[in-house]
């Protein structure tokens, strides 16, 4: 039955654990409503940075709302992903009430709101929060803290075994061994914190510092831990994926063979139902469109080869192919998160550059970049449109598409910018566009 607090009627919710586990009973009523409520075409979205239930579910409501009047002949159902990552109290959401997105604090210390959310992402780990929390407020100046404040957050995100989650944090893969461990987690959490710091203090893409000072590495000490969170969750989204939505999308195929499935996630979301793909059980062709908003992993993630190693290819190779239609990526150039943040946290060890000036972002973009802020990557035959190109002539019927979205994902402040800047009528057309429901 649909949720009377949601303005999409039917709408379901799908629940998993962090392991890629569902809530039974949920699943049970999403597999059972589509055949009784004779959906033809189910539009399944995955939030991204957020566990909240009520945030998430407002995401969907905002972004949905306008689905029926935009078709209102199609008979379309809708699911809403629930999976549990978490977002720092801090970083603002364009739209949002500030009750769900608060105003940033001057000095980066950990509120109680991030607090709560740590404890509940990371349970059973109290201590090593309150351990964080202490340095971020006293800020103690020798280098050895900030050591020490780096091994207390590796400790908080590591994998607890056994589990399947450390089997999806790789973007690449090169021989069969997959490469994810970012020089934040093997080098030194002293100069990653001032990298952090730096880049926390310039912004700009033109390299113009707009604060003449040093910055303080402990200002960079907070943006290691929300960047260490966000690989924790980049590691869940992929298992929730593959091994959660993507198995239940394959029932569904059994049960209902003529539903049509439309997979739409945003930042991590992006990345949970592009590994939902690699989930699909064999012969499964009833995902007719992807739509990425901001996906917050590898613009690499779907080549065969990559530029700078040939040996080397992304760790979703291929997996556009299951899809029965478009992989459509939306990007814009005003994502800070994963303009500057997201290159600099998923720099592999070994690399010394610092982050200042506009010449080694570019060459940190371009290999470490997001598909967030400069689409799909290295994948040949790649279209790519603006947003309004898309909208009036259409999308290709296959392959994978970038769609430039910077004339409506444009707002938010540091660190994030855009990212979170998704709730416009012009990109729920554009889930529709690409799965050519009407």
Not at 172 to 179: C, F, I, L, S, W
């Amino acid at each position: 039955m649909a949720d009377p607090a949601m303005r999409v009627s039917p709408y379901w919710e799908l629940t998993f654990d962090a392991d890629g586990d569902p809530l039974g009973r949920a699943r049970d009523r999403l597999l059972a409503g589509v055949r009784e409520r004779k959906v033809r075409d189910l539009i399944v979205f995955a939030h991204g940075w957020n566990n909240d239930r009520s945030g998430a579910r407002r995401l969907y409501d905002r972004f949905l709302a306008p689905v029926p009047r935009l078709a209102p002949a199609a008979r379309i159902g809708c699911a809403g992903v629930l999976w549990p990552a978490m977002r720092f109290s801090d970083e603002p959401i364009p739209d949002f009430p500030r009750a769900v997105a608060a105003g940033a604090p001057r000095r980066p210390v950990l509120d109680k709101d991030t607090r709560h959310a740590l404890l509940e992402t990371f349970p059973g780990r109290a201590v090593l929060v309150e351990q964080i929390a202490r340095l971020l407020e006293q800020q103690p100046p020798e280098e050895a803290e900030l050591e020490e404040f780096g091994r207390l957050v590796r400790l908080l995100v590591e994998v607890v075994a056994p589990g399947p989650q450390e089997l999806f944090a790789a973007d690449t893969v090169a021989e069969g061994v997959p490469q994810s461990e970012p020089e934040m987690f093997a080098g030194s959490s002293a100069a990653a914190c001032a990298e952090f710091a730096r880049a926390l203090a310039d912004p700009a893409s033109d390299g113009e510092r707009r604060d003449l000072r040093i910055p303080d590495p402990w200002d960079g000490a907070h943006e290691l831990l929300r960047q260490a969170t966000y690989y924790a969750m980049k590691r869940r989204a992929g298992t929730v994926g593959e091994r959660g939505l993507g198995r239940v999308v394959g029932q569904l195929a059994e049960r209902a063979p003529e539903v049509r499935v439309h997979l739409v996630g945003h930042s991590f979301g992006a990345r949970l139902v592009s590994f939902a793909l690699r989930g699909l059980p064999e012969g499964v062709r009833t995902v007719k469109s992807v739509t990425l908003l901001q996906g917050a992993f590898s613009h690499y993630a779907f080549a065969a080869r990559l530029p700078h190693a040939p040996r080397a290819g992304g760790v979703l190779q291929g997996q556009q192919n299951r899809v029965d239609g478009p992989l459509v990526c939306c990007h814009s150039r005003y994502d800070t998160a994963l303009g500057t943040m997201y290159p600099l946290a998923s720099r592999m060890a070994g690399d010394s550059r610092s982050v200042a000036g506009p010449a080694v972002r570019r060459a940190l973009g371009a290999r470490w970049g997001a598909m967030g802020y400069g689409g799909i990557a290295a994948v040949p035959g790649t279209r790519a449109y603006t947003l309004a190109e898309a909208l009036r002539a259409g999308l290709p019927a296959s392959g994978c598409v970038n769609v430039d979205a910077s004339a409506v994902v444009r707002r938010g402040g540091p660190p994030a910018g855009a990212h979170s800047d998704i709730l416009h009528e012009e990109l729920a057309r554009l889930v529709l566009a690409a799965g050519r429901v009407r």
